[in-house]
């Protein structure tokens, strides 16, 4: 059974920052992307960045661009977003996300195979 469990979020001031970590256990995305996407109430879930498990290559959307930076542990099976200098609109749940193969379609969300529960994230002005 593949699970993806995020943790590391919280409230935190804007300008301040967190680092959430997604723990992947049941499969490897050797082959894949891993992903992070947010909603925020009464929003639709949007892409926040990406990153592919062989090559590492990483995508982010232009709102978090510089201020965020996703990686992987291989060794722990595990993908990061840092995320700094945080602003208000930053707050949403954030989702972990698994892809089996890299395709064209990483900011996509329904090509995403797999996700987690989410993780809440609050910035406070």
């Known amino acids: 059974q593949v699970q993806l469990v995020e943790s590391g979020g919280g409230l935190v001031q804007a300008g301040g920052s967190l680092r959430l970590s997604c723990a992947v256990s049941g499969r490897t995305f050797s082959s894949g992307t891993m992903g992070w996407f947010r909603q925020a109430p009464g929003k639709e879930r949007e892409f926040v960045a990406a990153?592919?498990?062989?090559?590492?290559?990483?995508y982010y959307a232009d709102s978090v661009k510089g201020r965020f930076t996703i990686s992987t542990d291989n060794a722990k099976n595990t993908v990061y977003l840092q995320m700094n200098s945080l602003k208000p609109e930053d707050t949403a749940v954030y989702y972990c996300?698994?892809?089996?193969?890299?395709?064209?379609?990483?900011?996509?969300?329904?090509?995403?195979?797999?996700w987690g529960q989410g993780t809440q994230v609050t910035v406070s002005s």
């Open positions: 996300a698994g892809k089996k193969f890299m395709t064209s379609l990483t900011q996509v969300a329904i090509a995403y195979n797999y």
């Open positions: 990153i592919n498990w062989s090559d590492r290559r990483t």
